[in-house]
């Protein structure tokens, strides 16, 4: 396995599956929320809101940076697309973040379905990344501003690590693609690292993204123009995905994450974007449908350490 073991690999992908079931969760359900009986209309929320398409791909850079950075008091992440909320939201409630500012919030099956059950909901936790949430500064439906926001988290700090995810329709953006200049009027010894890794999944909200459409050369030699070290990777490799990160010779990486929009869902491309069931809580076939895609997850199996209150498996 080279530098990072079979133990560490299966944790990653672990930590993965469980926070793209605590995102499913957080989206659909009011009750029954580890599926300990057959799922009905009454276990889905009468309101649905929120996004899915991106979550999988957030999980999977979060749960391999936290392994590689989890001791580095001066390491921060910046998440661009903020309307997948439910996968910041998610990783925060397991690492026990969000019981410092909620109580209720308690890494327990309590505590698991008061995230699920408040997620979108009136006096709950909002849709999108918000300043309520534990080091968020700004609303996150903004797209854009990420690469700037690390570079500005950066400045006359040396000592600091910023990972900045980029979703691949951000990157269109004026703001975005100007951010990529701050390369050369910012790196210095004076500054801190900044480690932007692009998310790219293929579909915005509801068409192909431009990036995606681009061969690898052409995205490699486009972000080599801005004097990064492009660094394509499968986000389902961990392995290989561990090896880049911890890798600290490659100067100025600019990582190039791949991930199918929507994975392990029921729909993909631009159809996962946001609520990729529109009536689980009317059509039996839907229904169906999520609780196949919730079971997929196992969901007893997974939270066992959580109905235990042990903390292995985070």
């Not at 398409?53 to 979060?62: D, F, K, R, S």
């Not at 709950?124 to 926001?149: D, K, M, Q, R, W």
Request: proline residues 5%; glycine residues 8%; hydrophobic residues 35%.
């Amino acid at each position: 396995m080279g530098a990072v073991g079979i133990a560490e690999i299966e944790k990653i992908k672990k930590r993965i599956k469980t926070c793209d079931y605590l995102c499913v969760a957080q989206l659909f359900l009011q009750d029954n929320f580890l599926l300990e009986r057959e799922l009905t209309y009454n276990d889905i929320k009468p309101r649905l809101l929120g996004h899915w398409g991106t979550c999988h791909g957030i999980n999977v850079a979060y749960a391999n940076l936290k392994s590689v950075y989890r001791n580095d008091q001066n390491f921060s992440f910046v998440l661009g697309p903020g309307h997948g909320f439910p996968a910041l939201n998610a990783n925060l409630w397991l690492d026990g973040e969000l019981k410092k500012v909620d109580r209720e919030a308690s890494v327990d099956l309590e505590g698991l379905e008061y995230l699920c059950r408040n997620f979108s909901w009136p006096d709950g936790f909002p849709s999108h990344a918000s300043p309520i949430t534990p080091n968020v500064i700004t609303e996150g439906g903004e797209l854009g501003y990420a690469l700037a926001n690390a570079y500005g988290i950066s400045l006359g700090h040396p000592e600091k690590i910023t990972a900045v995810l980029i979703g691949d329709g951000e990157l269109e953006t004026a703001t975005a693609i100007d951010s990529l200049n701050l390369r050369d009027l910012l790196a210095s010894a004076k500054n801190g690292k900044i480690l932007p890794i692009l998310h790219l999944n293929g579909y915005k909200i509801s068409a192909p993204s431009i990036y995606a459409r681009k061969s690898e050369r052409e995205l490699k030699e486009l972000i080599r123009g801005f004097g990064f070290t492009p660094i394509m990777v499968d986000g389902e490799d961990t392995e290989k995905f561990q090896e880049v990160l911890s890798d600290e010779t490659i100067e100025a990486p600019f990582y190039i994450m791949q991930t199918k929009k929507g994975y392990g869902g029921p729909n993909r491309y631009h159809e996962a974007h946001q609520i990729p069931l529109k009536n689980p809580k009317t059509d039996e076939e839907e229904l169906k449908k999520l609780e196949e895609w919730l079971k997929s997850y196992q969901p007893k199996e997974l939270f066992k350490y959580v109905l235990k209150g042990e903390e292995d498996g985070r």
